[in-house]
Structure formats: C-alpha cells, structure tokens
C-alpha cells in the first residue's frame, strides 16, 4: 500500500520559515530518490527539491539558497526547511519519489502553504 503523507503547512508572513514533513511508506521510500513538489494556483506541479538515499540534493533556482530538503532514512521520512519565504512561494506542497512522480503515480493530499502579510 502506498502511503504519502505532507504536514507542516501554514500561513506565514513573508520573510518567515516552516517546516515540512513527509511520511512515506516503506515501499515508496526505500532506496529511492524522495523530492517536494508544488503546485501554485493556475501552474502546474513543480519539481523544487529533491535528495538521494546517499545524500545528493537538488534545488530549483527559485528556492536554492532558502530551502533545505532532508530525510531520515529510519523514519521514512522527508522534511523541507523552508526560510525566507515569499508570496510567490503560495503553493500545495507535496512529497514523492522522483520515479514514482515521473511514471505517473499516485500523491498524497499535500499541505498547503500560504505567505501572506
């Protein structure tokens, strides 16, 4: 069974931080690849972080310098830390493997995340 859960979303002025978690099923987290997603009003889903099992992270330009992706393998979990944030940052965020989010797989709810003053 697959299982993808997001929390840690909120409403949060602009210059501040949240942190986000992701639990995955073990099936989903495993060895594989784990990445966060948006998706803003009126865009698509979006590709913003992702980290290996073995470490090697990735950003999109639009978040790489204030947001910071990690996991704790033993939990099958995945957090993003995300600091100066600004509206345009206004999105559901969601977690997932990258092979399973290329290939078409089912997502989570997500976790809305608002910033706003």
């Known amino acids: 069974q697959v299982q993808l859960v997001e929390s840690g979303g909120g409403l949060v002025q602009p210059g501040g931080s949240l942190r986000l978690s992701c639990v995955a099923s073990?099936?989903?987290?495993?060895?594989?690849?784990m990445g966060w997603y948006r998706r803003a009003p009126g865009k698509q889903r979006e590709l913003i972080a992702s980290?290996?099992?073995?470490?090697?992270?990735y950003y999109a330009e639009s978040v790489k310098g204030r947001f910071t992706i990690s996991r704790d393998n033993a939990k099958n979990t995945v957090y993003l830390q995300m600091n100066s944030l600004k509206p345009e940052d206004t999105a559901t965020y969601y977690c997932?493997?990258?092979?399973?989010?290329?290939?078409?797989?089912?997502w989570g709810q997500g976790t809305q995340v608002t910033v706003s003053s």
């Open positions: 997932n493997a990258l092979v399973r989010a290329s290939n078409g797989g089912s």
């Open positions: 073990r099936n989903v987290f495993s060895t594989n690849a």
């Open positions: 980290e290996t099992s073995s470490g090697n992270t």
